[in-house]
């Protein structure tokens, strides 16, 4: 991008996307995507100004910024500094419920206005789940996958998201372990459903595992593992 506002040639793009606009509050990489936006602007801002001056056959494109994010709480203001139209949207193809996990209760956010509402309490009686620190959380979304959900489950680090990944594929296994020789009936019962779930998507992660492997990087160790078992990180 540099180069081409270097050489004068960034009217040769007519479109540039940035996704994941709220990284210009980043503590660490925040600067460099807001200093490339302002070169841009300066650049477009001065290309438009001369653009009089151009045949009509030498006529420079219009190039458009989209930026595109989903947590950026001043969007009008970054709308303002982009000289941009604000365009908000809350459509989903697929309903998504935001869980909190607090011990070993679990709150669902509603409306800003309507705050938390307690929904259910994680009973962990009986079950030897590994990973105690996490254990409610771990559990809370295995159970989701029990009930024929996906979770997503938000991590403030990559190490985090990581650990948490390869901690519930670890008890997914032991679960199905377990469900073979544990006398603890509700143990038998998700070890036995966990099991049904991921014979029924077997092709479906052989496939991905297959993907990921033809992909310019390879296929990461830690996700190979946590994948066969329907757990993935990013």
């Given at each position: 991008?540099?180069?081409?506002?270097?050489?004068?040639?960034?009217?040769?793009?007519g479109?540039?996307?940035?996704?994941?606009?709220?990284?210009?509050?980043?503590?660490?990489?925040?600067?460099?995507?807001?200093?490339?936006?302002?070169?841009?602007?300066?650049?477009?801002?001065?290309?438009?100004?001369?653009?009089s001056q151009?045949?009509?056959?030498?006529?420079?494109?219009?190039?458009?910024?989209?930026?595109?994010?989903?947590?950026?709480?001043?969007?009008?203001?970054?709308?303002?500094?982009?000289?941009?139209?604000?365009?908000?949207?809350?459509?989903?193809?697929?309903?998504?419920?935001?869980?909190?996990?607090?011990?070993?209760?679990?709150?669902?956010?509603?409306?800003?206005?309507?705050?938390?509402?307690?929904?259910?309490?994680?009973?962990?009686?009986g079950?030897?789940?590994?990973?105690?620190?996490?254990?409610?959380l771990?559990?809370?979304?295995?159970?989701?996958?029990?009930?024929?959900?996906?979770?997503?489950?938000?991590?403030?680090?990559?190490?985090?998201?990581?650990?948490?990944?390869?901690?519930?594929?670890?008890?997914?296994?032991?679960?199905?372990?377990?469900?073979?020789?544990?006398?603890?009936?509700?143990?038998?019962?998700i070890?036995?459903?966990?099991?049904?779930?991921?014979?029924?998507?077997?092709?479906?992660?052989?496939?991905?595992?297959?993907?990921?492997?033809?992909?310019?990087?390879?296929?990461?160790?830690?996700?190979?593992?946590?994948?066969?078992?329907?757990?993935?990180?990013h």
């Amino acid at each position: 991008m540099y180069s081409l506002i270097e050489e004068e040639k960034l009217s040769d793009i007519g479109l540039i996307i940035i996704d994941e606009l709220h990284m210009l509050g980043d503590s660490s990489r925040g600067y460099l995507l807001e200093l490339l936006l302002s070169k841009i602007l300066f650049a477009k801002q001065s290309y438009n100004s001369t653009s009089s001056q151009v045949d009509a056959e030498e006529q420079r494109n219009e190039l458009q910024i989209v930026g595109m994010s989903a947590t950026i709480p001043n969007l009008q203001d970054i709308a303002c500094w982009l000289n941009a139209q604000l365009y908000v949207t809350d459509y989903r193809p697929v309903p998504l419920y935001e869980r909190v996990v607090c011990g070993t209760e679990v709150y669902q956010l509603e409306a800003p206005q309507g705050g938390p509402v307690l929904i259910s309490t994680i009973n962990l009686t009986g079950l030897a789940i590994e990973q105690t620190y996490d254990a409610p959380l771990i559990f809370s979304a295995i159970d989701t996958i029990l009930n024929g959900h996906s979770a997503l489950v938000f991590c403030s680090t990559r190490a985090t998201a990581e650990r948490v990944s390869q901690a519930i594929a670890k008890n997914i296994f032991k679960f199905r372990a377990d469900s073979k020789k544990s006398a603890n009936e509700r143990t038998k019962d998700i070890g036995t459903k966990l099991l049904g779930q991921i014979n029924a998507a077997r092709d479906k992660i052989y496939s991905l595992l297959l993907s990921l492997e033809q992909t310019p990087t390879g296929l990461d160790k830690g996700l190979k593992i946590t994948v066969c078992f329907g757990v993935a990180f990013h």
